[in-house]
């Protein structure tokens, strides 16, 4: 059974900061992870996507991912009001899996100005 | 390029009624999903479909039925609508091969079942 754990939140960081966020998941055939990012009343959209051991940078957003500890995290440096959102994680099966994928329910970020 | 489109945006039904929710997409792309997303639940996928003509179940299949006789059309209908279905639904397709490739998101359509 797929398990995707995040932190609901809301995590709040003020303006500037760096935005940590973390997403743990139970089935050890992932094997790449996709972050995507949710507004409010708006679809989600893909921000990253990583798939091997170690940090993935892209602009201000750094994906971390641990597979022996079955761990993904997102930072986001010198945090924006406009990063202000929920992010959510989404493992990806190795082979590509059967179904789809499976998100976790998201952590709700809000950066304060 | 519109991408992915969903309509209506806005929905308003009553309890029994049959309701279509219609999705289209202009990439061509082989994978297409159905999700709802409700407070507390997150996204928990309805049906999907590999290709024109293949769909199957996910995880909340029931009181909802899908078909797909075009590539890029993806209807999603509620035979009788119950309370419990209200709630935001989102298509989605999967650029690759398989169903775990990236996903788009269309805009969602929003239903309220009184």
């Known amino acids: 059974q797929k398990e995707v754990e995040q932190n609901s939140g809301p995590l709040s960081v003020p303006e500037g900061a760096i935005a940590s966020l973390n997403c743990t998941y139970s089935d050890r055939g992932s094997q790449s992870f996709f972050w995507y990012r949710q507004y409010s009343g708006k679809s989600p959209e893909l921000i990253m996507f990583i798939y091997s051991n170690g940090d993935k940078e892209d602009g201000r957003f750094t994906a971390q991912l641990n597979k022996a500890s079955q761990y993904v995290s997102l930072l986001i440096r010198d945090s924006q009001p406009s990063d202000s959102a929920t992010y959510l994680c989404?493992?990806?099966?190795?082979?590509?899996?059967?179904?789809?994928?499976?998100f976790g329910k998201g952590t709700h970020l809000i950066i304060q100005p | 390029d519109a991408g992915i489109t969903q309509s209506p945006r806005y929905k308003i039904t009553e309890t029994g009624r049959q309701v279509t929710l219609m999705c289209h997409q202009t990439?061509?792309?082989?994978?297409m999903f159905w999700y709802r997303q409700d407070l507390g639940h997150g996204l928990r996928l309805i049906y999907y479909?590999?290709?024109?003509?293949?769909?199957d179940k996910g995880e909340v299949p029931d009181g909802y039925v899908v078909s797909r006789s075009k590539t890029e059309n993806f209807p999603l209908t509620l035979e009788s609508a119950t309370r419990s279905q209200t709630s935001v639904y989102f298509c989605?397709?999967?650029?690759?091969?398989?169903?775990?490739?990236?996903?788009?998101f269309g805009p969602g359509t929003r239903l309220t079942v009184l």
């Open positions: 989605a397709t999967a650029r690759g091969a398989t169903s775990t490739d990236t996903q788009y």
């Open positions: 990439w061509s792309h082989s994978y």
């Open positions: 989404a493992p990806r099966l190795g082979g590509g899996g059967a179904d789809g994928l499976t």
């Open positions: 479909s590999a290709a024109a003509d293949i769909t």
